[in-house]
């Protein structure tokens, strides 16, 4: 979870540096050094954000995978065979 945080701060503050390249600016400018924390943090709930939805999917999903292998089990038990999971 940590390291998906850190990526994404990490690329909320390369953004910066990419926007400070594109304007041609100083990247450490005394006046423009709040922006960095602000990007920083945006990305990082980005990250936190994503971090949430890929646990929901993965909880979906392995629902779904449960609610098939007990309804294959059924269908076998059914049938009087054996499964393979």
């Not at 943090?41 to 392995?62: E, H, I, K, M, P």
């Amino acid at each position: 979870m940590v390291s998906r945080i850190l990526f994404w701060t990490g690329f909320g503050v390369a953004t910066r540096f990419w926007q400070l390249g594109i304007e041609m600016r100083p990247f450490f400018n005394k006046e423009s050094l709040w922006a960095y924390p602000v990007f920083a943090g945006c990305g990082a709930s980005f990250g936190y954000w994503l971090q949430g939805v890929d646990a929901r999917q993965t909880a979906v999903l392995n629902e779904r995978k449960a609610t098939i292998l007990e309804k294959r089990a059924r269908r076998a038990q059914r049938e009087g065979t054996e499964v393979t999971a």
